[in-house]
């Protein structure tokens, strides 16, 4: 009788009541939309599940005072839609030009309502298959030889409703505040409850915890009708105009700054919060003092017992009381409705808010199981954009892609060129690609070469933390070298402490492009995947390993990188010397002559002129390339047969190469942006 | 050239590594001996030694030491070892207790005492050197002050072994050091024997030489077998270094003449290693004696300049003109041997002498350019591309773009509706290629400007990326033809404004374009019908079917299709296309081909059915038998994969080599060819074609062979000769049999890159292992890392706390920095090499 029992309940477990789908998404926030759009548009059986009744629920509440500090540029001189994404931070990526941000928002950092009309919008028109008012609050796995995987994911909702996924996307965010426990803790209010309202705070003096955006934006609220606010945490301001990362503090929340600097009794202090104590005097003053000093009193025997550090250290920069501590510390990932064997661990050190992830953003503990949106920042914290919309609608698009070669046989999108193209393709691309500029040193575009070199392959926005596992998540073949095109800023540019308004800053020169400090292009050349070891001994600060060949496109003050000599020529030596060809463009004359001259001919002959599709040029241009020495003129030279030649042998030839007059770039003007 | 340095460094190495590995040798350079007693009690016997004392309180001048110190390693790879013997004060025995003793050097063998040297003849590396090995070498080189011991010594050698006879202006310098490196190779090889009398050089050579300059003869004494007869005797033309005797010596022992009965391409020999050219002698069988003969009075007068073979032709199938005699095959690796018709051996050694001074011109100017190029910084930052640069000099002019509707995302679907066919040129405004075209797109505008039904119209693709790839343009420039309710026709021709008018007027047409009557059908043939084609004078195609024969005819309807824009087609399948198909006398399906306006139609059956087939029928139809070839038409007959006559003249050519050139063309119909001429007024580019051919225009007509498919070689039509059918053909017989020499071959070239690339990664490597500032950058370019030291001013509570996240970072980074070290260096090395090769 139990064992009878016992397999009816198994039954029920592993059957009936389980709602299947191939996808399962958590969280109806921008990066599971984004997901839901990428797995509709594929045709892919997924459900979303969304704990409130609408889309991005933690829009509705945060930021509390409610300014996004995402930028939402509405203008920027160019149609280019592409382009044009790398300065609209906030939407997300579709088909339908409706959904633009600003076509919702006319602030330059709209409101967080919009964000939410924003989202319930893009869900709705867009028709993706959300589930609302679902809180999945298990994860747990069923291990199946025919899944995926090797494993299903059950997932069990608020009403002990079951689902079963073989493929689990957590775009759940991190939404658990961070709370730091020491005496006296209990006196602290916390930013998610928190009054926004100014009068609340009118002749108060303020203590806040964190120095995070959400810290500033608290700070900023109040600024004006507090005595004086000070700010605690436990490592030095990050201003994000320092470091090149977004989440760092943003010049719009650091009017705090200037009060302190400027001593205007605002203050900024350093000190781990850990060590802190809290005491509340008889008339409800917060007193700051060390929990060192609390460990050997008794706290029932009131403040006056305790010793405060004024007391021995008497002028301590905290010793005046406070009216309010406040704690915005920022949030962390809920880790708590994963059964143990998905081994979602939390990550080490700084990241520790962040699940483990591999840089292909799937689990570390888990198969099939992959982490989009703010949760996978391990990835690129404190580096590039992965946490925020405008880096993970490109992540999660990756991931996207890699789920539909693993899954589906459907391969890494890409574009087959003839070699003569491969200049333009490269340039085409750092011009206008966002997911590139957007998560530079994250994603990268890949260039596969083909048989001989006589073309390639190019594939886009690929995470090149997994570049060696490419053959196997693409399904597309690396055996005759690649290019990996990725957007960096200078090596030791970028950082808390560093001064990024130095003189000389940038760089004009093309020949000095390596130690451009700016978000620039920068070109790898491999004659062979890296293998993962090599992957894992890069240099460090390296975001791959050494190249056979590296260039960089010299960064632009206006990142248009499309002048002739100054981008696309060192480009283009530097693409001949890896391919060990000649990449010029030759008119049809050109190609006429080599035709007769040589037996072989450069590519842009052999690929154009020879395909019958060869470059007449309109007569002012054959004039032009005459004066520059490039084309010879034979209409008028040589006449009378016979006559002895101005050069021998191959003067054609040698006058391509040698190339007669100089064309020297006015370089005083290039360089002279930043004086 | 680099190659063939390499190759001489590596004989150089390999000559040390010998030199070294005879002897043993002792680890130190210089070694330091405490005391005489300790110095003779270490002796070895059979080991050298060269010895010096000094008291223990040296006074020594320092620069001496030091060329001890370089001398004692240059030495240590001949087995002698350096010793600096301190004296001590008190010590008055045999070397330490005379004051000249100390101004004298020691060479022992063991510890027998071979010869004393006054320090004041060891001034410098190379006099110790010299003078050591000359002490040593004793027996191998020869000191001779007169004419009769020269002679004695010679005479002795004959037919047993070679002599090498040195003079030097004195002892102790660096020639003095080379030959007596060289004996310490060579000399029991060879006897070598030196002097210093300048006396004796007079009277040894023929010509006065120069007695202020070091000389160095090879006797072939060996060879000499009549006593009377002096040896024969090859001068080194080079300067003296060790470097360039071996690579004589080496010279004079190679075989005389090699004999070889294998394929030349793949000989080779210690010239050709050396880079020196090798000359082939080819014999046969009946001549083979004499060839042998003259082979080797050859192979004498080009001792140490060129090699000489002899190659039997009947051993080795060669596939060179019968004619031939000599061939020449050069060291310079990827030049194709010559092979040449030679009728004195004087001519032979003129070859070789020419090639080798121009060799040494162009060693030198390339010198000079690599020294330009340093200073130039290579030109890298100039612009080589002759679409690039043309486009940026003419990027202020104005474009007369008004006649071109631009197109957006928002008005594309709807301006494609306005007109019957729209043509879009989809470029990008930054690529050169797409403004070139722009040119000529605007020139077209212009063109047909008018033109009933054709609105041109152009998309920026740097503006409107997402309609050029909704339209699935992912090449610039693409010009496309948009008709309504039609597929989109692809633009894939040459990019010039006469090709581009033509196509678009072209399309204006349906192709094939269905004939409803005769007489619509016979104003076609005649080009005066569609009206909208009149003013073009094109080769009109005409299919007559049978309402039978729809098979043919769908396949003529696709392959219209395919050539829509290219090729005038028209087709006629009434009840009455019998009637039209007999005129012309052919059954259908067949096809009407009316040149040149309609004077001649000729007819054929459309045998072929398939649409390949009949596209290939058709563009084959369309080439002319004896064209006028031009730039934008030469695509066409390359196709063809044959060889090309070709007739170049300064202008129209006339109507009787015309007339013989045409006969000769149609005379046979699956010719093997392409019969074409070149109007040189017209394709002013024809002449930079003859110059490259013959250096000069030669005199025009001129008739060529050319072979542009396999092997290259241009032949040239015997200009005494007048063009005629007769002649031609009797000529190309010749040609066929490899009776003629070629007067130029192509160029096999790759092509390389103009010019290398910034090395990034090499400017980079300094900085990547300590990941510290470049040591040429300005300092504030990469402030270095001072933790709190620039920060003064910076709050206090920062510096009173440390934070421990950024102390953890310090902490961290040169740990990780270590830990990446070793694998990276290591990979370096790779790199840097690798590089170098691309």
Same mark, same amino acid.
């Given at each position: 009788?139990?064992?009878?029992?016992?397999?009816?309940?198994?039954?029920?477990?592993?059957?009936?009541?389980?709602?299947?789908?191939?996808?399962?998404?958590?969280?109806?926030?921008?990066?599971?939309?984004?997901?839901?759009?990428?797995?509709?548009?594929?045709?892919?059986?997924?459900?979303?599940?969304?704990?409130?009744?609408?889309?991005?629920?933690?829009?509705?509440?945060?930021?509390?005072?409610?300014?996004?500090?995402?930028?939402?540029?509405?203008?920027?001189?160019?149609?280019?839609?592409?382009?044009?994404?790398?300065?609209?931070?906030?939407?997300?990526?579709?088909?339908?030009?409706?959904?633009?941000?600003?076509?919702?928002?006319?602030?330059?950092?709209?409101?967080?309502?919009?964000?939410?009309?924003?989202?319930?919008?893009?869900?709705?028109?867009?028709?993706?298959?959300?589930?609302?008012?679902?809180?999945?609050?298990?994860?747990?796995?069923?291990?199946?030889?025919?899944?995926?995987?090797?494993?299903?994911?059950?997932?069990?909702?608020?009403?002990?409703?079951?689902?079963?996924?073989?493929?689990?996307?957590?775009?759940?965010?991190?939404?658990?505040?961070?709370?730091?426990?020491?005496?006296?803790?209990?006196?602290?209010?916390?930013?998610?409850?928190?009054?926004?309202?100014?009068?609340?705070?009118?002749?108060?003096?303020?203590?806040?915890?964190?120095?995070?955006?959400?810290?500033?934006?608290?700070?900023?609220?109040?600024?004006?009708?507090?005595?004086?606010?000070?700010?605690?945490?436990?490592?030095?301001?990050?201003?994000?105009?320092?470091?090149?990362?977004?989440?760092?503090?943003?010049?719009?929340?650091?009017?705090?700054?200037?009060?302190?600097?400027?001593?205007?009794?605002?203050?900024?202090?350093?000190?781990?919060?850990?060590?802190?104590?809290?005491?509340?005097?008889?008339?409800?003053?917060?007193?700051?003092?060390?929990?060192?000093?609390?460990?050997?009193?008794?706290?029932?025997?009131?403040?006056?017992?305790?010793?405060?550090?004024?007391?021995?250290?008497?002028?301590?920069?905290?010793?005046?009381?406070?009216?309010?501590?406040?704690?915005?510390?920022?949030?962390?990932?809920?880790?708590?409705?994963?059964?143990?064997?998905?081994?979602?661990?939390?990550?080490?050190?700084?990241?520790?808010?962040?699940?483990?992830?591999?840089?292909?953003?799937?689990?570390?503990?888990?198969?099939?199981?992959?982490?989009?949106?703010?949760?996978?920042?391990?990835?690129?914290?404190?580096?590039?954009?992965?946490?925020?919309?405008?880096?993970?609608?490109?992540?999660?698009?990756?991931?996207?892609?890699?789920?539909?070669?693993?899954?589906?046989?459907?391969?890494?999108?890409?574009?087959?060129?003839?070699?003569?193209?491969?200049?333009?393709?490269?340039?085409?691309?750092?011009?206008?690609?966002?997911?590139?500029?957007?998560?530079?040193?994250?994603?990268?575009?890949?260039?596969?070469?083909?048989?001989?070199?006589?073309?390639?392959?190019?594939?886009?926005?690929?995470?090149?933390?997994?570049?060696?596992?490419?053959?196997?998540?693409?399904?597309?073949?690396?055996?005759?070298?690649?290019?990996?095109?990725?957007?960096?800023?200078?090596?030791?540019?970028?950082?808390?402490?560093?001064?990024?308004?130095?003189?000389?800053?940038?760089?004009?020169?093309?020949?000095?492009?390596?130690?451009?400090?700016?978000?620039?292009?920068?070109?790898?050349?491999?004659?062979?995947?890296?293998?993962?070891?090599?992957?894992?001994?890069?240099?460090?600060?390296?975001?791959?390993?050494?190249?056979?060949?590296?260039?960089?496109?010299?960064?632009?003050?206006?990142?248009?990188?499309?002048?002739?000599?100054?981008?696309?020529?060192?480009?283009?030596?530097?693409?001949?010397?890896?391919?060990?060809?000649?990449?010029?463009?030759?008119?049809?004359?050109?190609?006429?002559?080599?035709?007769?001259?040589?037996?072989?001919?450069?590519?842009?002959?052999?690929?154009?002129?020879?395909?019958?599709?060869?470059?007449?040029?309109?007569?002012?241009?054959?004039?032009?390339?005459?004066?520059?020495?490039?084309?010879?003129?034979?209409?008028?030279?040589?006449?009378?047969?016979?006559?002895?030649?101005?050069?021998?042998?191959?003067?054609?030839?040698?006058?391509?190469?040698?190339?007669?007059?100089?064309?020297?770039?006015?370089?005083?003007?290039?360089?002279?942006?930043?004086? | 050239?680099?190659?063939?340095?390499?190759?001489?460094?590596?004989?150089?190495?390999?000559?040390?590594?010998?030199?070294?590995?005879?002897?043993?040798?002792?680890?130190?350079?210089?070694?330091?001996?405490?005391?005489?007693?300790?110095?003779?009690?270490?002796?070895?016997?059979?080991?050298?030694?060269?010895?010096?004392?000094?008291?223990?309180?040296?006074?020594?001048?320092?620069?001496?030491?030091?060329?001890?110190?370089?001398?004692?390693?240059?030495?240590?790879?001949?087995?002698?070892?350096?010793?600096?013997?301190?004296?001590?004060?008190?010590?008055?025995?045999?070397?330490?207790?005379?004051?000249?003793?100390?101004?004298?050097?020691?060479?022992?063998?063991?510890?027998?005492?071979?010869?004393?040297?006054?320090?004041?003849?060891?001034?410098?590396?190379?006099?110790?050197?010299?003078?050591?090995?000359?002490?040593?070498?004793?027996?191998?080189?020869?000191?001779?002050?007169?004419?009769?011991?020269?002679?004695?010594?010679?005479?002795?050698?004959?037919?047993?072994?070679?002599?090498?006879?040195?003079?030097?202006?004195?002892?102790?310098?660096?020639?003095?050091?080379?030959?007596?490196?060289?004996?310490?190779?060579?000399?029991?090889?060879?006897?070598?024997?030196?002097?210093?009398?300048?006396?004796?050089?007079?009277?040894?050579?023929?010509?006065?030489?120069?007695?202020?300059?070091?000389?160095?003869?090879?006797?072939?004494?060996?060879?000499?077998?009549?006593?009377?007869?002096?040896?024969?005797?090859?001068?080194?033309?080079?300067?003296?270094?060790?470097?360039?005797?071996?690579?004589?010596?080496?010279?004079?022992?190679?075989?005389?003449?090699?004999?070889?009965?294998?394929?030349?391409?793949?000989?080779?020999?210690?010239?050709?290693?050396?880079?020196?050219?090798?000359?082939?002698?080819?014999?046969?069988?009946?001549?083979?004696?004499?060839?042998?003969?003259?082979?080797?009075?050859?192979?004498?007068?080009?001792?140490?300049?060129?090699?000489?073979?002899?190659?039997?032709?009947?051993?080795?199938?060669?596939?060179?003109?019968?004619?031939?005699?000599?061939?020449?095959?050069?060291?310079?690796?990827?030049?194709?041997?010559?092979?040449?018709?030679?009728?004195?051996?004087?001519?032979?050694?003129?070859?070789?002498?020419?090639?080798?001074?121009?060799?040494?011109?162009?060693?030198?100017?390339?010198?000079?350019?690599?020294?330009?190029?340093?200073?130039?910084?290579?030109?890298?930052?100039?612009?080589?591309?002759?679409?690039?640069?043309?486009?940026?000099?003419?990027?202020?002019?104005?474009?007369?773009?008004?006649?071109?509707?631009?197109?957006?995302?928002?008005?594309?679907?709807?301006?494609?509706?306005?007109?019957? /066919?729209?043509? *879009?040129?989809?470029?990008?405004?930054? $690529?050169?290629?797409? +403004? !070139?075209?722009? %040119?000529? &797109? @605007?020139?077209?505008?212009?063109?047909?400007?008018?033109?009933?039904?054709?609105?041109?119209?152009?998309?920026?693709?740097?503006?409107?990326?997402?309609?050029?790839?909704?339209?699935?343009?992912?090449?610039?420039?693409?010009?496309?033809?948009?008709?309504?309710?039609?597929?989109?026709?692809?633009?894939?021709?040459?990019?010039?404004?006469?090709?581009?008018?033509?196509?678009?007027?072209?399309?204006?047409?349906?192709?094939?374009?269905?004939?409803?009557?005769?007489?619509?059908?016979?104003?076609?043939?005649?080009?005066?019908?569609?009206?909208?084609?009149?003013?073009?004078?094109?080769?009109?195609?005409?299919?007559?079917?049978?309402?039978?024969?729809?098979?043919?005819?769908?396949?003529?309807?696709?392959?219209?299709?395919?050539? /829509?824009?290219? *090729?005038?087609?028209?087709?006629?399948? $009434?009840?009455?296309? +019998? !009637?039209?198909? %007999?005129? &012309? @006398?052919?059954?259908?399906?067949?096809?009407?081909?009316?040149?040149?306006?309609?004077?001649?139609?000729?007819?054929?059956?459309?045998?072929?059915?398939?649409?390949?087939?009949?596209?290939?029928?058709?563009?084959?139809?369309?080439?002319?038998?004896?064209?006028?070839?031009?730039?934008?038409?030469?695509?066409?007959?390359?196709?063809?994969?044959?060889?090309?006559?070709?007739?170049?003249?300064?202008?129209?050519?006339?109507?009787?080599?015309?007339?013989?050139?045409?006969?000769?063309?149609?005379?046979?119909?699956?010719?093997?060819?392409?019969?074409?001429?070149?109007?040189?007024?017209?394709?002013?580019?024809?002449?930079?074609?003859?110059?490259?051919?013959?250096?000069?225009?030669?005199?025009?007509?001129?008739?060529?062979?050319?072979?542009?498919?396999?092997?290259?070689?241009?032949?040239?039509?015997?200009?005494?000769?007048?063009?005629?059918?007769?002649?031609?053909?009797?000529?190309?017989?010749?040609?066929?049999?490899?009776?003629?020499?070629?007067?130029?071959?192509?160029?096999?070239?790759?092509?390389?890159?103009?010019?290398?690339?910034?090395?990034?990664?090499?400017?980079?490597?300094?900085?990547?292992?300590?990941?510290?500032?470049?040591?040429?950058?300005?300092?504030?370019?990469?402030?270095?890392?001072?933790?709190?030291?620039?920060?003064?001013?910076?709050?206090?509570?920062?510096?009173?706390?440390?934070?421990?996240?950024?102390?953890?970072?310090?902490?961290?980074?040169?740990?990780?920095?270590?830990?990446?070290?070793?694998?990276?260096?290591?990979?370096?090395?790779?790199?840097?090499?690798?590089?170098?090769?691309?």
């Amino acid at each position: 009788l139990g064992l009878a029992l016992y397999a009816s309940s198994l039954c029920a477990v592993s059957g009936a009541t389980f709602l299947y789908h191939d996808y399962c998404v958590i969280g109806a926030g921008p990066a599971g939309l984004q997901a839901a759009y990428f797995l509709q548009q594929a045709g892919r059986d997924y459900i979303v599940f969304e704990r409130s009744h609408a889309p991005g629920s933690f829009f509705a509440l945060y930021p509390r005072h409610r300014k996004l500090i995402s930028i939402n540029k509405r203008y920027t001189g160019k149609s280019n839609s592409e382009f044009n994404l790398r300065h609209d931070w906030n939407s997300l990526l579709s088909h339908d030009r409706r959904l633009l941000f600003r076509r919702y928002s006319r602030d330059f950092f709209p409101n967080a309502d919009t964000m939410v009309r924003y989202l319930e919008d893009f869900a709705s028109l867009l028709k993706l298959r959300v589930q609302y008012n679902t809180a999945i609050i298990h994860v747990t796995l069923e291990k199946n030889e025919q899944a995926w995987n090797g494993h299903y994911f059950l997932l069990t909702d608020q009403d002990r409703k079951n689902y079963k996924c073989s493929c689990l996307l957590v775009a759940a965010g991190t939404w658990v505040p961070n709370v730091v426990n020491f005496p006296g803790s209990e006196y602290v209010e916390g930013y998610e409850t928190v009054s926004i309202n100014p009068e609340d705070f009118t002749g108060q003096t303020v203590l806040i915890l964190g120095r995070g955006n959400s810290a500033f934006e608290t700070a900023e609220n109040i600024l004006g009708v507090t005595n004086f606010i000070h700010m605690v945490s436990r490592s030095r301001v990050r201003l994000s105009w320092a470091t090149h990362y977004v989440g760092d503090l943003r010049a719009i929340n650091n009017g705090l700054l200037d009060t302190y600097q400027l001593k205007s009794l605002d203050g900024l202090l350093e000190g781990d919060l850990e060590d802190l104590a809290i005491v509340k005097d008889k008339k409800g003053k917060l007193h700051i003092t060390l929990r060192f000093y609390l460990e050997n009193r008794n706290i029932s025997a009131g403040i006056d017992s305790i010793t405060l550090p004024q007391d021995e250290l008497d002028n301590f920069a905290t010793r005046a009381p406070y009216d309010r501590v406040i704690r915005c510390l920022g949030w962390k990932f809920d880790f708590s409705i994963y059964n143990r064997s998905l081994r979602m661990m939390p990550g080490k050190g700084n990241i520790k808010k962040y699940p483990q992830i591999k840089p292909s953003y799937e689990s570390k503990g888990t198969q099939g199981l992959f982490v989009l949106g703010t949760a996978s920042h391990s990835v690129d914290f404190r580096k590039s954009a992965g946490g925020f919309i405008h880096g993970f609608r490109y992540t999660t698009r990756a991931v996207h892609r890699l789920l539909e070669n693993r899954h589906h046989g459907v391969p890494w999108p890409s574009t087959v060129y003839p070699i003569t193209q491969l200049t333009n393709s490269i340039i085409k691309r750092v011009n206008e690609a966002s997911g590139l500029y957007q998560m530079f040193s994250v994603l990268a575009d890949i260039i596969l070469l083909r048989d001989n070199a006589t073309a390639f392959e190019y594939l886009e926005e690929y995470p090149i933390g997994v570049l060696a596992e490419l053959e196997m998540q693409t399904g597309r073949k690396a055996c005759n070298g690649l290019f990996v095109i990725i957007m960096e800023y200078g090596r030791n540019f970028s950082g808390a402490d560093k001064d990024v308004f130095y003189y000389n800053r940038a760089v004009g020169e093309a020949q000095h492009a390596w130690q451009s400090n700016f978000l620039h292009p920068v070109i790898y050349y491999y004659k062979h995947l890296p293998t993962e070891r090599e992957m894992r001994l890069r240099p460090p600060d390296w975001p791959l390993p050494l190249p056979n060949a590296i260039h960089h496109i010299v960064e632009d003050f206006l990142t248009d990188w499309t002048a002739p000599n100054a981008h696309i020529l060192p480009l283009r030596r530097f693409l001949e010397n890896c391919l060990s060809t000649d990449l010029r463009n030759f008119f049809a004359e050109s190609c006429f002559l080599f035709a007769f001259t040589h037996q072989k001919l450069p590519p842009s002959c052999q690929q154009g002129y020879i395909g019958m599709q060869g470059l007449v040029g309109s007569q002012e241009l054959r004039q032009h390339a005459v004066q520059a020495g490039l084309l010879q003129d034979y209409t008028h030279t040589d006449f009378s047969a016979g006559r002895p030649p101005d050069s021998h042998d191959g003067s054609q030839q040698q006058l391509m190469r040698d190339h007669g007059i100089p064309v020297r770039p006015l370089q005083h003007l290039v360089n002279a942006k930043d004086e | 050239m680099p190659a063939q340095k390499d190759r001489w460094v590596s004989s150089l190495i390999f000559l040390l590594f010998c030199a070294s590995s005879i002897p043993q040798c002792g680890s130190a350079s210089l070694q330091q001996e405490l005391s005489p007693q300790h110095y003779f009690s270490g002796l070895e016997a059979g080991k050298t030694s060269l010895a010096f004392f000094t008291p223990s309180v040296s006074p020594g001048a320092q620069p001496f030491w030091e060329q001890i110190e370089s001398s004692a390693e240059a030495l240590q790879d001949y087995g002698v070892s350096v010793v600096k013997v301190n004296c001590p004060k008190e010590d008055v025995s045999r070397y330490c207790g005379k004051e000249n003793a100390l101004r004298k050097a020691f060479l022992f063998r063991g510890n027998r005492l071979i010869r004393e040297f006054p320090t004041d003849a060891l001034f410098d590396v190379n006099s110790i050197v010299a003078n050591v090995l000359f002490a040593l070498l004793f027996n191998e080189v020869k000191y001779v002050e007169t004419l009769a011991d020269l002679e004695n010594i010679e005479n002795v050698l004959k037919g047993k072994s070679n002599m090498v006879f040195a003079y030097v202006p004195a002892t102790g310098t660096a020639e003095h050091r080379a030959v007596m490196e060289a004996a310490f190779v060579y000399g029991t090889i060879h006897q070598f024997v030196l002097t210093t009398e300048a006396a004796l050089l007079k009277a040894t050579s023929h010509d006065d030489p120069d007695v202020s300059s070091a000389w160095l003869s090879f006797c072939h004494c060996q060879r000499a077998t009549e006593p009377a007869q002096p040896c024969r005797r090859t001068a080194l033309a080079q300067p003296l270094t060790l470097l360039n005797i071996h690579r004589h010596l080496k010279l004079m022992g190679a075989p005389l003449v090699t004999k070889v009965a294998e394929d030349p391409e793949k000989i080779s020999t210690v010239h050709l290693q050396l880079g020196l050219p090798l000359v082939f002698i080819l014999s046969q069988k009946e001549t083979y004696e004499a060839d042998r003969r003259t082979a080797e009075f050859v192979a004498w007068q080009l001792l140490g300049k060129a090699g000489v073979a002899l190659l039997s032709r009947d051993l080795v199938e060669l596939n060179v003109l019968h004619r031939s005699n000599v061939a020449l095959k050069t060291p310079d690796e990827g030049m194709p041997i010559q092979y040449l018709v030679l009728e004195d051996t004087d001519e032979v050694i003129t070859l070789v002498e020419d090639k080798n001074k121009v060799k040494q011109i162009q060693e030198d100017e390339q010198e000079e350019e690599e020294d330009e190029d340093e200073k130039e910084n290579n030109n890298q930052d100039i612009q080589d591309d002759q679409v690039v640069e043309a486009v940026s000099r003419d990027k202020k002019r104005e474009l007369p773009l008004e006649q071109i509707l631009v197109l957006t995302e928002e008005n594309f679907h709807s301006s494609l509706s306005e007109a019957a /066919s729209t043509v *879009v040129l989809f470029y990008a405004s930054w $690529e050169a290629v797409s +403004l !070139a075209v722009l %040119r000529s &797109y @605007s020139e077209v505008a212009a063109h047909l400007k008018g033109t009933p039904g054709v609105l041109l119209s152009r998309v920026n693709c740097w503006d409107w990326p997402g309609l050029c790839s909704q339209e699935n343009v992912t090449q610039f420039p693409t010009i496309r033809i948009y008709k309504e309710g039609q597929q989109s026709v692809t633009y894939g021709g040459m990019w010039g404004t006469e090709e581009l008018s033509s196509f678009i007027l072209l399309s204006q047409v349906s192709c094939p374009l269905k004939l409803a009557t005769m007489d619509e059908a016979e104003r076609y043939l005649r080009g005066e019908f569609p009206s909208e084609l009149s003013s073009h004078h094109h080769t009109s195609l005409l299919g007559v079917f049978s309402s039978a024969t729809s098979k043919a005819r769908e396949a003529f309807e696709e392959a219209g299709n395919i050539l /829509s824009g290219h *090729v005038r087609m028209g087709m006629y399948f $009434e009840d009455d296309a +019998l !009637a039209l198909s %007999r005129k &012309y @006398s052919v059954s259908p399906p067949a096809l009407l081909l009316a040149r040149s306006g309609g004077r001649s139609v000729e007819g054929m059956a459309l045998s072929k059915h398939s649409v390949q087939d009949m596209v290939q029928m058709i563009r084959y139809e369309l080439l002319d038998i004896f064209p006028e070839i031009t730039v934008p038409n030469l695509p066409q007959y390359l196709q063809l994969g044959k060889p090309f006559l070709i007739l170049f003249s300064a202008g129209d050519i006339s109507q009787v080599e015309s007339k013989e050139m045409l006969k000769l063309a149609k005379g046979r119909p699956q010719q093997a060819f392409v019969a074409c001429w070149l109007n040189l007024k017209k394709t002013p580019v024809g002449y930079g074609i003859l110059r490259t051919y013959f250096s000069t225009t030669p005199p025009l007509p001129l008739l060529l062979w050319v072979n542009l498919h396999a092997g290259g070689q241009v032949f040239k039509f015997p200009s005494e000769q007048s063009i005629t059918e007769m002649n031609i053909l009797s000529w190309l017989e010749k040609l066929q049999a490899g009776l003629e020499i070629p007067s130029s071959t192509l160029s096999e070239e790759d092509w390389k890159p103009p010019l290398p690339a910034y090395n990034f990664l090499q400017m980079m490597e300094p900085s990547v292992p300590e990941l510290s500032p470049h040591p040429g950058d300005t300092p504030a370019q990469h402030r270095p890392k001072s933790p709190g030291g620039d920060t003064a001013g910076g709050d206090t509570a920062a510096r009173e706390e440390p934070s421990q996240e950024s102390t953890a970072e310090e902490v961290g980074s040169p740990g990780r920095g270590l830990r990446g070290t070793a694998p990276r260096l290591a990979a370096r090395d790779k790199q840097g090499k690798r590089h170098s090769e691309l």
